[in-house]
């Protein structure tokens, strides 16, 4: 979410400086080689200068022009600009997410106006900017009220339209901040048609730029898409960085929320790095979270891995910054007593319905260990269960000499056998519905065709793809597989993925591939899956097994 706080910059600067194009870009490289000069006839080249710095997003070098246009101003008692140059150092601290200092700069630029005549325009842009701080730092009465006073006093102006275009579109922000994102659609629309109609194509991308965010929000991706690329379209070379990087960022973002990860890759890696360059944190902060959720949901572990200490590097700075301009706010508060008395009223409100709540919570206590131990005597004769079936499965694995179909054979014979004499009344898996010559001539055509094929080397396969193969319905599937092996598909396959493992770590072809290799040449889909099953069926880690048969 973008923020409308450069009125004055983009206007008064714009309007007072006289110096062409071309001579610009000339001095441009004379003043960065040399000091800047300091006399009064430099005024208007620096504050070009400054907007130039401004929407490439050098603000080292805006900062350098507002301060030395500062300088002269207090050197020359000229009191109107330098409330100017405080305005815009506080827009170039609040780009930075240093609300503190902002908030000192406008607060100093608010108090310095009450001893000149009424300028409105000057008191319209402090508005604006204190109004977008109080949004920054959770403030939103405050954010909105000042919004309504730029409104008012618009009435009266004339060209008030950028003024009402920052106003409607904070009023926007606090909407989206306060999760209204129906009524921040109702301001966006009102900021662009203000801004279609004096021709302000900087206002317009960040209102189209606000309004995609706003639908990235109702979860109304494919609209946030198609805003956001009429934005991107807009933006050149001479606008905000800032806002090419938000639109990537929500773009990309969208794209994220649809499943479509490598679309959504470059526009979020494009967002990063210019917010890395322009030292945009919050961007910078979503863009890593977005990263690490799409790099975790293709597999690329070590580059989500990175995203995510990049998103919690970059969070603490952002929150720190967020909370040093509330500690500020808080010592410039007046209604510190008001909000004490209210919160002391709270207090004794709770209090009085504190034995009730207690009352609830030892029924709910109560209620709550009954649930827990039905639940864990039901999870123990589950995981019992399971521990019988676990050990039929090492014993599978034990024997490295006699191939897996074999055995699997013989486990087939020894349940068919224990059917028989009726000692396995309380297997987990149901009786199957074939007769046992059916039985066997559909477990010998699966156990054929994981031999021959190898269907469990594909880390996607699915019960449904091998039943496909083997034209026969899912739930006959399942049923051999119960019936026959006492196992359910992913027991089934994990077998032969295991025993695949333990077979490469044996082949000198293999002999110095590291262990997670192994794992996905075996079929597994991640490191943690591998870990997990190779253990329990083994004994032993992978690691730990390699080194065992390498001694």
Do not use: W
Not at 116 to 142: F, H, Q, W
Not at 153 to 164: D, F, I, K, R, T
Not at 354 to 383: D, M, N, P, V, W
């Amino acid at each position: 979410m973008q923020k409308l706080f450069t009125v004055l910059l983009l206007v008064s600067y714009i309007i007072s400086a006289t110096v062409n194009a071309q001579t610009i870009t000339d001095t441009t490289i004379v003043v960065k080689s040399t000091s800047l000069s300091l006399s009064v006839d430099s005024i208007p080249l620096y504050k070009q200068l400054s907007v130039k710095a401004y929407k490439k997003g050098d603000f080292q070098s805006y900062k350098k022009y507002c301060d030395a246009v500062l300088e002269i101003a207090r050197k020359n008692n000229l009191e109107e600009l330098r409330i100017q140059c405080l305005i815009n150092l506080g827009i170039y601290h609040s780009n930075l997410n240093q609300s503190d200092l902002a908030l000192e700069m406008y607060l100093e630029a608010s108090n310095a106006l009450e001893s000149l005549p009424e300028n409105r325009v000057a008191k319209m842009t402090i508005l604006v900017n204190i109004g977008n701080l109080y949004n920054s730092i959770g403030d939103y009465k405050k954010a909105r009220t000042s919004m309504l006073k730029i409104i008012k006093l618009a009435e009266h102006q004339e060209q008030s339209e950028p003024y009402l275009i920052a106003a409607y579109s904070a009023l926007g922000n606090t909407a989206m901040l306060t999760k209204k994102y129906t009524e921040a659609l109702v301001y966006y629309n009102k900021v662009n048609n203000l801004a279609t109609k004096i021709g302000r194509t900087d206002f317009l991308i960040t209102s189209l730029n606000n309004t995609a965010d706003c639908y990235l929000k109702l979860e109304e991706y494919k609209t946030a898409i198609k805003i956001g690329n009429k934005a991107l379209l807009l933006i050149t070379s001479e606008d905000s960085v800032e806002n090419k990087a938000h639109v990537l960022l929500v773009i990309g973002g969208a794209h994220s929320k649809l499943k479509k990860p490598l679309d959504a890759l470059p526009f979020l890696k494009e967002a990063k790095k210019i917010a890395i360059k322009g030292g945009f944190l919050k961007i910078q902060m979503d863009a890593h979270k977005y990263l690490a959720d799409i790099y975790e949901s293709i597999g690329n572990i070590e580059n989500s891995l990175e995203e995510q200490k990049g998103y919690t590097a970059i969070r603490e700075i952002y929150l720190t910054t967020l909370s040093k301009a509330q500690r500020l706010e808080i010592k410039n508060e007046s209604e510190n007593k008001s909000t004490l008395i209210s919160t002391q009223k709270d207090k004794l409100a709770f209090l009085n319905k504190e034995k009730q709540i207690y009352t609830l919570l030892g029924t709910i206590l109560i209620l709550s260990i009954a649930i827990i131990s039905f639940i864990f005597l039901k999870k123990r004769k589950k995981l019992k269960n399971q521990s019988e079936l676990l050990k039929e499965d090492k014993k599978l694995l034990k024997n490295e000499n006699e191939v897996l179909k074999d055995k699997l054979n013989a486990l087939a014979l020894k349940i068919q056998k224990q059917k028989a004499s009726k000692k396995n009344t309380e297997s987990v898996y149901k009786a199957s519905s074939l007769s046992i010559e059916d039985q066997k001539k559909h477990m010998q055509r699966i156990l054929n065709f994981m031999e021959e094929e190898k269907p469990y080397l594909d880390h996607e396969i699915k019960q449904s793809d091998i039943a496909n193969d083997l034209s026969i319905s899912v739930h006959l599937f399942s049923e051999i597989l119960n019936s026959c092996f006492q196992k359910n598909f992913n027991n089934f396959i994990n077998l032969y993925r295991v025993n695949e493992a333990k077979q490469l770590m044996k082949e000198p072809t293999y002999r110095n591939y590291k262990v997670l290799a192994i794992g996905y040449e075996a079929g597994f889909p991640s490191k943690t899956s591998f870990n997990r099953v190779f253990k329990n069926l083994v004994g032993l880690t992978p690691t730990e097994y390699r080194k065992k048969i390498a001694s």
